[in-house]
């Protein structure tokens, strides 16, 4: 919340705050179309889970104000599997 509230001091006028987080289902490896399962991210998504919260706490303050919501799906592709 401390860091939200610095932020609101920051942004101009005006000016816009982006929130870009993952949201559920979990994301998984594939290799060829096929999955190769799941990763346990269940420790971050708690971390985005309080995050929105405390965002969603400015916003009920009239520091924030929410204008649109957009859902995505975010794909990184590699050309091997090694490092």
Do not use: C, Q, Y
Not at 2 to 8: F, G, M, P, Q, V
Not at 49 to 56: D, P, V, Y
């Amino acid at each position: 919340m401390h860091a939200l509230r610095k932020i609101h001091e920051a942004v101009v006028p005006k000016g816009i705050l982006l929130d870009m987080h993952p949201i559920p289902p979990s994301t998984r490896a594939e290799v060829g179309g096929r999955s190769l399962g799941e990763f346990d991210d269940s420790e971050f998504m708690d971390t985005v889970a309080r995050t929105e919260a405390a965002l969603n706490e400015t916003v009920t303050e009239g520091l924030f104000a929410l204008e649109t919501e957009v859902e995505f799906d975010w794909l990184e592709r590699f050309d091997s599997g090694k490092s």
